[in-house]
């Protein structure tokens, strides 16, 4: 089992950036596929941008293609979620999650296993 905390949301004004991060417990990081998810208030949680457990494929929604970039360091256990011009629509919580043992990626959140607590990211002019 992993154990995944984000962390890098906040405040920022449209147009602005913010670098989210997901570090997980455990050994075997290297073999789990990893996703972003978000949920604005009222909203269901909606896929945002997956990345194999190697890093060589990557997938995003349309509503983040050219502004967002998810990558991820082995090494150091870690996901990130680059997130540029940010617009007003991209608030809400943002959630980490993890899948064991499969090369692939998915947009679907009930395929992954294990899920973050969430960050918030707010932008407000």
């Known amino acids: 089992q992993v154990q995944l905390v984000e962390s890098g949301g906040g405040l920022v004004q449209p147009g602005g950036s913010l670098r989210l991060s997901c570090a997980a417990s455990?050994?075997?990081?290297?073999?789990?596929?990893m996703g972003w998810f978000r949920q604005a208030p009222g909203k269901e949680r909606e896929f945002v941008a997956a990345i194999s457990w190697r890093g060589g494929s990557t997938y995003y929604t349309d509503a983040v293609k050219g502004r967002f970039t998810i990558s991820r360091d082995n090494a150091k256990n870690t996901v990130y979620l680059q997130l540029n011009s940010l617009k007003v629509e991209d608030t809400g919580v943002y959630y980490c999650?993890?899948?064991?043992?499969?090369?692939?990626?998915?947009?679907?959140?009930?395929?992954?296993?294990?899920w973050g607590q969430g960050t918030q990211v707010t932008v407000s002019s």
């Open positions: 999650a993890a899948r064991e043992g499969y090369s692939g990626t998915s947009n679907d959140w009930t395929w992954y296993e294990f």
């Open positions: 455990g050994r075997t990081f290297s073999s789990y596929a």
